[in-house]
């Protein structure tokens, strides 16, 4: 009982780093995908101190 659920944990961890691998590598490889990110980034943070402004003024 206690090895098998030892097994399932480890199964579990593997699929996680595996998704973990997985993700670092699409983002490492598409540059595309920071660019788009850092984007995203810009326009919320634009849009927050936009708001901040507007809830001074």
Excluded: P
């Amino acid at each position: 009982m206690e090895q098998a659920r030892a097994v399932e944990g480890e199964a579990v961890e593997r699929k996680t780093e595996y998704a973990g691998v997985t993700i670092l590598r699409w983002f490492g490889l598409s540059l595309v995908g920071w660019v788009v990110l850092a984007g995203l980034a810009v326009v919320v943070w634009g849009l927050l101190v936009r708001l901040m402004f507007w809830w001074c003024s």
